[in-house]
């Protein structure tokens, strides 16, 4: 790996943490609408609030030229994972504490680097391979207590999130290499918008005035987080990035605590511990690389 593949891959990490923390942010708003309204019009809410954001954002980087000059087919296949992954997720999250959410979820960055490794031809050295199984056996250790989540609906849910993630994150890196940044944000949100909106439309509820702040804060959170994870994967090697994902159990906790007052247990914690020690060894190994090659 050259050192301009090794600093494009820091410097995704660092968008990754970003991405992970205000992904965390809005899952939180998501959850507060979750007992409210059907899956697929909280997905549609999701896609709606973000929309207009990525518009603007899209006319000031580069103009609206660059929707037009897409992968159609790319886009579509990728709306249709963002539908189903939220439509999962919200409803997962209707019967799961953040953190046993994420701990669940996190099955998604080891399909990463499969499909990476499988559809993209990416070569994953033992030090991924290592920093992966450490991550993915903290989530082993948050589960072991009960593991009683994994085989509900909701957990099952939560399952199916992990995978319909982890193939929108392999063709986000394949649209990368033709279609900006903008462009597949705005057709991401689009299509998730529409497609969930139309699939909510048999069972769409009226909104209460009191969550129209959770939508705003859906809006904001979401549309960084969106672009925040759509360039980390543009910029970066998904199986390199993926791990990152094992972060946002740290946040999922302290959201659970901050908002719900429900605190995990010791085991939890351990857990908890043993996934961030799996990312630092995976960047500091990166960097350690990258010295030794151009000193």
Not at 16 to 28: I, N, Q, S
Not at 36 to 46: D, G
Not at 175 to 188: A, E, Q
Not at 268 to 280: K, P, Q, R, Y
Request: aromatic share 10%; proline share 5%.
């Amino acid at each position: 790996m050259g050192d301009t593949t090794r600093s494009d891959n820091l410097r995704a990490a660092l968008i990754m943490l970003l991405a992970v923390g205000t992904f965390t942010l809005m899952d939180a708003g998501l959850k507060v609408l979750s007992p409210h309204y059907p899956a697929m019009q909280v997905a549609s809410l999701r896609g709606f609030a973000t929309l207009p954001i990525a518009f603007v954002w899209a006319a000031a980087q580069g103009g609206f030229g660059q929707l037009l000059q897409v992968r159609f087919r790319l886009h579509l296949f990728r709306g249709v994972l963002g539908i189903a992954s939220l439509a999962t997720w919200t409803y997962g999250l209707r019967g799961l504490p953040l953190s046993e959410a994420y701990s669940i979820f996190f099955v998604a960055p080891l399909l990463i680097t499969v499909f990476a490794a499988i559809w993209l031809g990416e070569r994953i050295g033992r030090q991924r391979w290592v920093a992966i199984a450490v991550g993915f056996g903290g989530t082993l250790i948050v589960l072991r207590p009960t593991g009683a989540g994994t085989f509900t609906l909701a957990g099952l849910a939560i399952l199916a999130t992990a995978v319909t993630y982890a193939a929108s994150a392999i063709t986000t890196r394949v649209l990368g290499r033709t279609d900006s940044t903008p462009s597949m944000v705005f057709w991401l949100m689009a299509m998730v918008a529409v497609g969930a909106g139309a699939l909510a439309l048999p069972a769409w509820r009226p909104i209460q005035p009191a969550h129209w702040p959770a939508i705003a804060g859906i809006a904001v959170t979401g549309s960084l987080a969106q672009w925040a994870l759509t360039e980390a994967f543009r910029r970066g090697q998904a199986s390199f990035i993926a791990p990152l994902e094992y972060t946002a159990l740290i946040w999922g906790i302290g959201l659970d605590w901050t908002v719900w007052k429900t605190l995990p247990g010791p085991i939890t914690f351990l857990g908890a511990a043993v996934i961030i020690a799996s990312g630092v060894y995976l960047i500091r190994g990166e960097r350690v690389h990258a010295e030794a090659e151009h000193p």
